[in-house]
């Protein structure tokens, strides 16, 4: 039986350690959504490319994760996190300097790879280090919130960085994050290798990139372009990949992934709902950044400012969830704020071009507020439900589907808005226009505001209608899929219980060492 313990000084300074590395992989999840116009201006990557430049980190993450999930419980959860840290900073600095639109696809994608090594060692090493489930909790708390705060601040600090800088310096942040992880975490952070965990499958490997890539792909081009026969294809061959890959799992004595604990209620659900609620966050944030810039035409770094209320409200749903689950169900506390998320949805349907920004970032700030609350305690409801031995597939799990839903929420959301925008555009470009100024126009708001001296007359106005249009459907969509989420979550986690219910406390409070852990 795993013994509980508090957690003592080493540990919530260890927990500071991990922070770092999960603060920068929010930070990198956003930043680019204020810093995507002026590199529009410079790499002039097409709507197409500017989308893969967006969303190819989080897909490779999405794609890497339960490998280096399970990789880490092999090699050392700690081993793995140092050598993520040291890629990402190296493969932050060729993002930085990146000369064409296909050279900054291929860094974020390998910016992907290596950040797919640092959030499930993070949080699987938080579950070590907290065996406590009040503790616990208020950790995963803790992380999810940095991890917000690091998603909150990528626009304020982008911001701020392309007042007095390129474009490429909000790369180089993670250099400085990369060296104090790598000089800290030998002495704060425990090693820890998950027993008997045999030897590492690389049919597995393969056949789980099969299965995620082409999902990915296939759902991003059907969202684009309708469901033709490629996209189709696409999907049909990743779930036929995914189907062999399930069926190698529970024949193995040692899985990469042990399917069998999707069987538990409590984590399949904690699953679906951090799923659909990123796949709304990740759309509706590219749109609402790029109506303070593109529409409100608001500088970076004020642009950014007008940031910082969603952040406050990320960080105090993070924090405080948690400790209202402690006396009310889980399930009722993430269905009560996505309720709320879901008046912000509905907020944003009503965004005009007249507008202040106080009304969009106000539904913003609500839709945050569900984001930071179902991010905590859904993180928190699928570590808890795991085996300590299988943390990091849990771990790598749980971060799978944020990872995944947030990428999927620029595919798909910010390809819906796309699709109205030119539908909207198509019929209101004048004969006579240049060829390249037409395309470019046609392509995206973006796009226009980068020819804007040579359009006609009153024609980025209606660019700027086009894309609210887009805003408008891709909002409303959201709200009534958080809206049906907040009903399923009172449901299916409806008998999962409060902290104060789930351990009994330990008699001995001294820290002594987990017997199912190899520290070092």
């Known amino acids: 039986m795993r013994t509980i313990r508090r957690a003592g000084p080493k540990e919530w300074a260890g927990l500071a350690v991990l922070s770092l590395p999960t603060a920068l992989l929010g930070l990198d999840v956003t930043l680019l959504y204020l810093v995507l116009p002026s590199l529009t201006t410079d790499l002039r990557p097409t709507g197409t490319q500017a989308l893969w430049i967006m969303d190819a980190y989080g897909f490779l993450i999405a794609g890497f994760l339960i490998t280096m999930g399970t990789l880490g419980d ?97 790369f180089l942040i993670a250099v400085p994050v990369s060296g104090l992880l790598l000089i800290t975490a030998p002495f704060l952070v425990p090693e820890y290798r998950a027993p008997r965990s045999g030897r590492f499958d690389l049919p597995s490997v393969a056949l789980s990139l099969a299965a995620i890539l082409p999902v990915i792909y296939g759902i991003k081009e059907a969202a684009k372009d309708g469901l033709t026969t490629q996209p189709g294809l696409a999907l049909l061959g990743g779930a036929a990949f995914a189907v062999i890959f399930v069926r190698r799992q529970l024949h193995l004595p040692n899985p990469l992934l042990d399917v069998r604990l999707f069987a538990g209620r409590a984590l399949s659900a904690a699953l679906s709902v951090l799923l659909v609620g990123l796949v709304g966050v990740g759309g509706v944030m590219l749109l609402v950044t790029q109506y303070l810039q593109l529409v409100k035409e608001l500088p970076p770094l004020t642009a950014g400012a007008w940031m910082g209320p969603p952040a406050l409200m990320m960080f105090a749903a993070a924090i405080g969830a948690p400790l209202v689950a402690r006396r009310i169900r889980p399930g009722y506390v993430m269905a009560g704020t996505l309720a709320v998320s879901t008046v912000g949805y509905l907020l944003l349907t009503q965004v005009e071009i007249s507008s202040g920004p106080g009304l969009a970032v106000a539904g913003f700030s609500l839709v945050y507020f569900g984001l930071g609350a179902i991010a905590a305690l859904g993180t928190d409801l699928v570590v808890g439900a795991s085996p300590p031995a299988k943390a990091g597939s849990a771990s790598a799990m749980s971060e799978m589907v944020q990872e995944l839903g947030l990428a999927l929420g620029v595919a798909t959301l910010g390809s819906l808005a796309g699709a109205v925008y030119r539908a909207r555009i198509d019929d209101r470009i004048p004969a006579g226009v240049p060829a390249e100024i037409v395309t470019a126009t046609r392509d995206s708001l973006s796009g226009a505001s980068s020819v804007a001296s040579r359009l006609p007359d009153g024609l980025l106005e209606q660019a700027k209608d086009a894309f609210l249009s887009g805003l408008h459907l891709a909002a409303f969509a959201g709200a009534v899929c958080i809206a049906i989420l907040a009903a399923l979550s009172a449901i299916a986690l409806r008998d999962v219980g409060t902290a104060e219910s789930e351990e009994p406390q330990a008699k001995d409070r001294t820290p002594t060492p987990d017997p199912a852990t190899n520290a070092t």
């Not at 993520?84 to 639109?101: D, E, I, K, N």
């Not at 994608?109 to 699987?124: E, I, N, R, W």
């Not at 208020?138 to 919130?145: C, D, E, K, P, Q």
């Open 74 to 170: 092999r090699i050392g959860r700690r081993r793995l996190l140092m050598i993520g840290a040291a890629a990402f900073g190296a493969v932050s600095v060729l993002a930085a300097y990146s000369v064409s639109a296909e050279m900054l696809i291929a860094a974020r994608a390998a910016l992907g790879v290596a950040g797919a090594t640092l959030m499930p060692s993070t949080l699987a090493l938080i579950s070590n280090m907290f065996t406590d489930a009040r503790q616990r909790a208020l950790a995963i708390g803790v992380w999810a919130t940095m991890f917000s705060l690091g998603m909150a601040a990528g626009p304020v600090v982008g911001g701020a960085l392309l007042e007095h800088f390129w474009w490429g310096s909000s």
